[in-house]
């Protein structure tokens, strides 16, 4: 099970960092992304990481604004969203993959949060 929370309305150029819990022994294991999505489009990527925390990739759109980072002690990974922009506004999503690798596509991930929703104004 994975829970979101740090969501909210913040001002353009503000930050904001996301948490997402997750349940169960093998949370060390398992790579784990964040994606968003706004209505009527689809789920998009924004940043993965591998079971121990030293690997990242991130969507160009956040490359250099967005931070994902992870403690395996605690079952928590984060995404710290800097100098957000309007069009950063959307539900976010904490996904977990039952392998290591991170991976960019959503459809390699088994497990999902609820999401949260992340509003950016201008």
């Known amino acids: 099970q994975l829970v979101e929370s740090g969501g909210g309305s913040v001002q353009a150029g503000d930050s904001l960092t996301l948490s997402c819990a997750g349940s169960?022994?093998?949370?060390?294991?398992?790579?784990l992304g964040w994606f968003r999505q706004v209505p009527g489009k689809q789920r998009s990527f924004v940043g993965t990481?591998?079971?121990?925390?030293?690997?990242?990739f991130y969507a160009d759109s956040v490359k250099d604004r967005f931070t994902i980072s992870r403690d395996n002690r605690k079952n928590i990974v984060s995404l710290q969203m800097n100098s957000l922009k309007p069009e950063d506004t959307a539900v976010y999503y904490c996904a977990a993959r039952r392998v290591p690798h991170p991976g960019v596509r959503s459809e390699l991930y088994e497990y999902w949060g609820r999401g949260i929703q992340v509003t950016v104004t201008s």
């Open positions: 169960g022994r093998t949370f060390s294991q398992n790579a």
């Open positions: 990481i591998n079971d121990l925390g030293g690997t990242a």
